[in-house]
């Protein structure tokens, strides 16, 4: 097997907690041997820790490490800006959730792939969970079967799931750096909104919508396509509650089929919840996610079908114990190689970005 000389561009909550683990352990399909983080306590840590030779401030300092591939978990307003530079320097790349923050954004990473031929995945992991993918058999044949399709996710942040973790804070992030984020990710979410924000939307649109909410219509753009049916532009509606903790997200399907998703943010509870519902006429498919930072908690699904004489035949799979976020890299790995295409597409993307953000413009109007 190739394995591919590959960095990882920012070590936050998600990039310590999970790609760089996991980067590390697939040393079979990788090489890891670069990060780039902001943060000198972060870069000593995490370097320290999965024995990473090549340690930079910035992206420019990857560019002499000879590299063919990047997963980069920078903060969400610099995606566009640092994915349009690793591909047009040749490398493939990983780019977390949301790929960007405003169409925009997205189209400039395209122009960049489409010019360059390289690989770019977007990293929905969550379509990668066995359990998903296996619940994606069990859908009925027809969408105009399906009646419902129901999200409920509460979210209490991160904290309850990774402090057992080996976890370094960037208490020392030069400051100018967080000043250009704050302006970036201002400057973008009023170019996504159309106008500029308070606190509430801003949290709204930034946290509910963009950077929670988009598993879920990830998620469901999958059932969708497996379905034969296009992920709508626009949403029916949106709706935002607790000062921008809370959004909703609704569309309707062919047959008289409706989707309803609802994200709150509830750091009082320390209890993480994701539960995605098919009611379809013959049968009711629900997946139950565990939180993501927790590493192997297998993803309950549940089948429910009638039997006969009126009775109720309940399925549950235990379909593996494998991690979403090493089936992803796997998947990248397979695609930056050529021996398979990218599953989780840019353009999936832009239109998941395009329905979150109408959801959130239908919300405010």
């Known amino acids: 097997m190739r394995r591919l000389r590959v960095g990882l561009l920012g070590a936050g909550l998600v990039g310590q907690a999970e790609h760089a683990f996991y980067l590390w352990e697939e040393r079979e399909r990788f090489e890891f041997i670069a990060l780039a983080d902001a943060s000198p306590a972060v870069r000593e840590a995490v370097g320290a820790r999965y024995g990473i030779g090549e340690l930079h401030a910035d992206f420019a300092g990857l560019l002499g490490c000879a590299l063919e591939a990047l997963v980069i978990a920078a903060p969400d307003p610099f995606h566009p800006a640092l994915t349009a530079a690793a591909l047009n320097a040749g490398l493939h790349v990983m780019c977390e959730k949301p790929l960007a923050l405003t169409l925009a954004g997205c189209d400039e990473i395209a122009a960049a792939r489409d010019h360059t031929g390289r690989v770019l995945q977007v990293a929905y992991m ?29 979210d209490p942040d991160q904290a309850p799931f990774v402090a057992h973790l080996p976890m370094t804070a960037p208490d020392d992030m030069p400051e100018h750096l967080r000043q250009k984020a704050r302006s970036l990710t201002c400057m973008q979410l009023a170019e996504a909104a159309g106008h500029p924000l308070d606190d509430s939307g801003a949290r709204a649109l930034a946290n509910g919508f963009l950077s929670a909410l988009v598993h879920d219509v990830a998620i ?34 062919p047959g008289q089929g409706l989707v309803s998703m609802t994200h709150l943010n509830l750091p009082g509870v320390p209890d993480y919840t994701e539960r995605v519902t098919i009611y379809a006429v013959d049968r009711i498919i629900e997946l139950t996610f565990p939180s993501p930072y927790l590493r192997h908690q297998p993803t309950r699904l549940t089948l429910r079908r009638p039997g006969t004489n009126q009775e109720l035949q309940t399925a549950e799979y235990r ?11 796997r998947a990248f790995h397979r695609a930056a190689i050529g021996q398979a295409p990218v599953e989780t597409t840019l353009e999936q993307a832009r239109r998941d970005i395009e329905i979150l953000t109408s959801a959130f413009r239908k919300a405010v109007a």
């Open 126 to 154: 969550k379509r990668y969970d066995p359990a998903y993918r296996r619940a994606l058999e069990l859908l009925p044949a027809r969408i105009e079967d399906v009646k419902l399709i129901s999200v409920e996710v509460n």
């Open 220 to 253: 469901v753009h999958g059932m969708l396509a497996r379905l034969g049916v296009e992920m709508p532009a626009e949403a029916d509606r949106g709706a935002i509650f607790d000062d921008g903790r809370g959004v909703q997200l609704g569309f309707s399907l």
């Open 319 to 329: 379909v593996s114990y494998e991690e979403a976020f090493r089936d992803q890299l």
